[in-house]
């Protein structure tokens, strides 16, 4: 099978009218959760972005809420998976700061877990991995908002006890 461009699909698409373009959008809707997902993002909260920024800061929120803490190897999974989803929340706006707010949220939920299981080497690795994270793409924003987040990163440095 052949795989096409997108400049192919924009071709395609204007020769279509509403009622194929409907019909193909909720076909390609079935195939994959993650494009039912999308294409609600476009469709329902894409016009106020700040109210999607708390929705995910709520699921974020109740993912730290059901970690399974009877040893790292939950925790780890249960942040990985956390780390997924604002990935793919993020990809969903575009926006860069968007994604560092999240990971600043993410953050400091991660260090107002039990203190017993952040001397794990493991999880103050994902802590710091994504302290790095969020320095490099503060650059990427508006130099207002660098200062900001900046100040937020240097208040979350140092936030774990050491192992």
């Not at 993020?90 to 600043?104: A, C, D, F, V």
């Not at 001397?119 to 900001?148: G, M, P």
Request: a positive charge; charged letters at 30%; aromatic letters at 12%.
């Amino acid at each position: 099978m052949s795989k096409y461009s997108i400049k192919n699909f924009k071709d395609e698409l204007k020769h279509l009218d509403s009622k194929e373009l409907a019909d193909l959008l909720i076909k390609l809707t079935r195939f994959k959760a993650e494009s039912k997902e999308y294409l609600g993002f476009l469709l329902f909260q894409s016009h106020d972005i700040q109210s999607f920024v708390v929705q995910v800061k709520a699921e974020i929120d109740k993912e730290f809420l059901v970690i399974n803490t009877d040893s790292p190897f939950y925790v780890k999974k249960s942040l990985r998976k956390i780390l997924r989803k604002i990935r793919l929340y993020s990809r969903y706006t575009g926006q860069k700061e968007n994604e560092i707010e999240w990971l600043l949220y993410f953050c400091r939920n991660l260090g107002s877990l039990d203190k017993s299981l952040l001397r794990n080497h493991q999880l103050q690795k994902i802590y710091n991995l994504q302290l790095e994270t969020i320095a490099k793409k503060i650059s990427t924003v508006h130099e207002d908002l660098q200062y900001d987040f900046r100040l937020e990163l240097e208040e979350l440095k140092g936030f774990l006890p050491k192992w």
